[in-house]
């Protein structure tokens, strides 16, 4: 016996609203659907919609991945230069420059003494541009001035090699984006600490500094020189970026990265006279492991949380959209230090 179903008087309704407003009904005519039971249990008399392939959601956009150091590349008159191989203990400037390209990082951070002694053209060509200026490397790096650069006069092989990418040369500070990121390479001088370019208060760096943060309206910012404010390294702290770092927490800035001190070290968030501040201070890291030495620590300065002097290494970022995570990875590839945190909420009550 052949098993058929009849499906009664269907009816739908469909409203359309026009631009005119005026609602329209439309009934479709009534029906019957005779087909074997089978097919109608299939196909459930063609009242299932149309399943085409859709994409997934777009997902959050990835971090940048950026990686800082500074301190890196020995001179080549140097006996342990090595042909750029370096000793067990010196000029490992080759193997934390793999280390970077091995990251794949969208930007490299430079935090000053990229080149040793006098950061002269012949050791930039000879050194340098061999290990950290390789073409994976040179294009997305971003330069700030050491004090050995100026052993140089006017730091000319500093600002030569690097061109405009170093900024103007009678400054040696800039700023720039990366999409929710704002960063600005800041000039702490010499060997004379802040001079030929002043960060004194009301100075022309200091000045330009604070327009600056005025103006960006990125969700996250980052910092990054030479010479450290606060240090448990044997040369002493540089008081006279205070100005400077007094700007960066009036705006809420995030993160300070500096070298000249040739070791890891990551302090609490501390405000510009050293104090904790959990809800608004700065994260500073000092990164000065790129190669040419390590010195240790005397004394431990308070708010100090990780001390590192036995490893050449960089630290890596991750800059989310409004968070950022941190690790310092030596140049075998392990993670001696890392964390997380959340951008501040950016704005300008505190400043002057």
């Not at 994260?283 to 431990?300: I, K, N």
Request: aromatic share 10%; proline share 5%; glycine share 8%.
């Amino acid at each position: 016996m052949d098993t058929t179903i009849t499906v009664e008087t269907i009816k739908v309704s469909v409203r359309i609203m026009p631009d005119d407003d005026k609602e329209r009904v439309m009934r479709a005519r009534s029906f019957r659907c005779s087909l074997p039971l089978f097919l109608v249990l299939l196909a459930g008399c063609n009242r299932n919609t149309h399943v085409t392939n859709v994409p997934p959601p777009p997902g959050p956009p990835k971090a940048i991945v950026v990686v800082a150091v500074g301190d890196i590349s020995c001179d080549p008159a140097s006996k342990f230069y090595n042909q750029g191989n370096g000793t067990a203990k010196k000029c490992h400037m080759l193997a934390t420059s793999s280390l970077a390209i091995s990251i794949k990082p969208e930007a490299a951070l430079l935090l000053g003494d990229t080149q040793y002694d006098t950061g002269s053209p012949s050791a930039f060509e000879q050194s340098y541009a061999k290990t950290w200026g390789r073409k994976e490397l040179k294009d997305i790096s971003y330069p700030s001035i050491g004090n050995h650069e100026y052993r140089t006069k006017h730091a000319s092989g500093y600002f030569d090699y690097f061109g405009a990418r170093a900024g103007d040369q009678r400054k040696g500070y800039y700023s720039f984006d990366l999409r929710t990121w704002h960063l600005i390479a800041l000039n702490s001088g010499g060997d004379d600490a802040c001079r030929p370019v002043s960060c004194d208060a009301g100075s022309d760096q200091e000045r330009w500094l604070h327009d600056d943060l005025a103006q960006t309206t990125s969700a996250c910012t980052l910092a990054f020189w030479h010479r450290p404010l606060f240090s448990s390294g044997e040369l002493r702290e540089s008081i006279e970026v205070r100005p400077l770092w007094r700007d960066l927490y009036d705006f809420n800035t995030d993160i300070v990265i500096n070298g000249h001190v040739h070791h890891y070290e990551r302090f609490a968030p501390q405000d510009p006279d050293g104090a904790v501040d959990t809800d608004h201070g700065i994260l500073q890291f000092t990164v000065g492991t790129g190669g040419r030495d390590l010195g240790g620590f005397f004394p431990v300065r308070e708010n100090s949380r990780v001390r590192l002097s036995h490893h050449f290494g960089v630290l890596k970022l991750e800059l989310g959209a409004s968070n950022y995570v941190w690790e310092f990875v030596t140049e075998s590839g392990d993670i001696l230090d890392s964390g997380s945190g959340q951008c501040h909420q950016k704005h300008t009550t505190n400043a002057k």
